[in-house]
């Protein structure tokens, strides 16, 4: 079956949907929704049995969904309708959301009915619940709906608000009238809802020290305490604001842009603040291993159990800045100095990486030298994985990777990702050659000639693909719960096992003979050649690239391949 997927961008959910089908067998092309014209012109070349529109935020034109079928996934229940359904979930407190799949009609949302999925809510912000809980419902649905097309007897329910499992409803656009907090009077709870519910895009438009700034994330303080909306602390470049009950951490900002001024950006949240943020705002760091059994904010959290440590840790967007890779290599070799026989990297339940930290690059007084830097600590915290002899190091993938940080979780001995996983294993759109001794760590685990296609044809690799072609050794099923069940399963059964040791000694001998047959230092000045030339040189692309991205000026990049 041909299919055909229509998005407003090449977004997570997009990418899992297309991994998901091809997989399948199905022969599927992408096509970004740029205008009707152009829409319409790859439908009448590709010429699709089935249209599938993952995330879309504009109309299908009448003239296509009335000669094909066009199926939207939306992001709620049955009968829910208007554009802003996870924001209301999770502002409302709702413990069970739903994805439903819908035929295009005329009325936004109101379609028949192809799949309807359930899915739970946790304390989350939206775009984690988008990347997992309602991803995996939405493929699951989706799959759902195309077999049903296939199979061509099925007839979709009309909706009808009558029936008594249609308990949607439309909606309002969640404007700031509805997200506003007010700090004198909001518990901790609700500032949390409000928070989360907008963490990702549009944020929270609140103000501080006389100017506004939208708001992105929110985390819970155990112990600090204040005035109601002063800021009381600092931490990796996050505030803890306080509330009446309580306090929250704030990671990120973004200034609201003034009429005529320029466009502003997401940026960690004291850089934001800038000279504003009164000097004896106090630094309050938390340790890894006390954050680990705390509920406050830290981006990096360490625990044991049995033979077993588990480093975890979580950046906003999957971005690593130079400051936090720095921050996770020291938080690395302290965990690699504990007795411990293996050691499990990864997130709790999100992104594993996505490489550099492009905002807080285009940020910087010199973005060409803080590239270069951010790199240069990525490959420090790379190689420190690469030369651990002495421990077995599991990487957890439980959500997606990309570009460099695909290339962070190769590193280790092991690989395991959650079905759920995306890697994108490539730097091109970026218009970077790449670093990270990518050019040790992916031709020895999927072939020269198969790392040369990964990186040149920029393909995005579902876990249960990646698992056969070598990039990830084992494939855990379930959602992020039962995926870290899992991984404390299977991590603890190989730290006991009597033949681990018979492998460290391996795993030595291997890295011995690597380093006298190339060393990686020759690896890294080989790739940071290029890397240099790619900051630095007049011409290259990276920096107009780099500016898209952050300010939105042009939707994320889709391999042309994938529109073929």
């Not at 309002?172 to 928070?195: C, F, G, M, N």
């Not at 990297?345 to 285009?362: C, K, T």
């Not at 990525?378 to 420190?384: G, Q, R, S």
């Not at 795993?507 to 290029?530: F, H, N, S, T």
Request: charged share 25%; hydrophobic share 40%.
């Amino acid at each position: 079956m041909r299919v055909l997927l229509v998005a407003s961008a090449f977004n997570s959910l997009t990418q899992r949907v297309h991994t998901e089908l091809r997989y399948r067998g199905y022969e599927v092309a992408v096509e970004l929704a740029l205008g009707d014209e152009l829409l319409r012109a790859r439908v009448a070349v590709f010429r699709p049995d089935l249209i599938v529109a993952p995330m879309l935020t504009t109309a299908v034109p009448e003239d296509i969904w009335t000669e094909h079928t066009v199926l939207i996934v939306h992001p709620g229940p049955k009968g829910d309708r208007g554009p802003s359904s996870l924001d209301w979930a999770i502002s409302e407190g709702a413990s069970e959301w739903g994805v439903t799949v819908l035929q295009a009609v005329e009325e936004m949302d109101a379609g028949p009915i192809w799949a309807s999925v359930p899915f739970p809510v946790p304390a989350c912000g939206k775009s984690e619940l988008y990347r997992n809980e309602m991803s995996d419902a939405a493929v699951a649905a989706v799959l759902l709906a195309v077999e049903r097309f296939g199979a061509g007897d099925f007839v979709p329910e009309p909706l009808d608000y009558d029936r008594p499992d249609v308990r949607g409803r439309l909606r309002p656009y969640h404007s700031q009238q509805y997200r506003r907090i007010d700090w004198t009077t909001d518990s901790t709870a609700e500032v949390l809802r409000k928070l989360r519910a907008a963490d990702s895009q549009p944020g929270v438009l609140d103000e501080l020290y006389g100017r506004e700034y939208f708001v992105h994330g929110g985390h819970h303080e155990d112990r600090l305490r204040g005035e109601p909306g002063a800021v009381i602390a600092t931490r990796d470049g996050a505030i803890c604001r306080a509330t009446v009950d309580g306090a929250v951490w704030l990671p990120q900002l973004r200034r609201r842009r003034t009429p005529g001024g320029p466009a502003t950006f997401k940026r960690p949240a004291v850089a934001a603040l800038g000279a504003d943020l009164p000097p004896a705002t106090p630094e309050v760091p938390v340790s890894a291993a006390a954050a680990a059994v705390r509920d406050t904010w830290s981006e990096v959290r360490y625990r044991e159990e049995g033979s077993v440590g588990y480093l975890e840790f979580a950046y906003a967007g999957g971005a690593m800045s130079t400051a936090q890779c720095r921050r996770l290599l020291a938080a690395y070799r302290e965990a690699c100095a504990r007795p411990t026989r293996a050691l499990v990297f990864g997130p709790a339940r999100d992104f594993f990486s996505n490489g550099i930290h492009l905002h807080v690059i285009e940020s910087a007084e010199d973005p060409a030298r803080e590239s270069w830097h951010n790199i240069n600590a990525m490959n420090d915290l790379v190689e420190a994985i690469l030369t651990t002899t002495d421990k077995l190091v599991i990487s957890t993938l439980p959500g997606n990777a990309a570009a460099g940080g695909v290339m962070l979780a190769l590193a280790a001995d092991e690989v395991w990702a959650r079905a759920a996983a995306v890697l994108n294993p490539h730097y091109r759109l970026m218009g970077l050659y790449g670093s990270e001794y990518w050019t040790y760590s992916l031709p020895r685990r999927v072939g020269a000639a198969e790392a040369a296609r990964l990186t040149r044809e920029t393909l995005p690799v579902g876990a249960k693909a990646a698992a056969d072609l070598g990039l990830v050794d084992r494939v855990g099923s379930g959602d992020t719960a039962e995926f870290a069940a899992w991984v404390r399963r299977e991590a603890e059964a190989l730290a006991d096992s009597p033949e681990l040791e018979n492998r460290l000694t391996a795993k030595k001998q291997v890295r011995e003979a690597d380093e006298a047959a190339k060393p990686l230092a020759e690896y890294r000045a080989e790739e940071l050649a290029q890397m240099r030339r790619n900051f630095f040189e007049e011409g290259e692309p990276y920096h107009e690239l780099r500016r898209n991205f952050v300010y939105g000026v042009v939707p994320p990049a889709t391999p042309a391949y994938l529109g073929s």
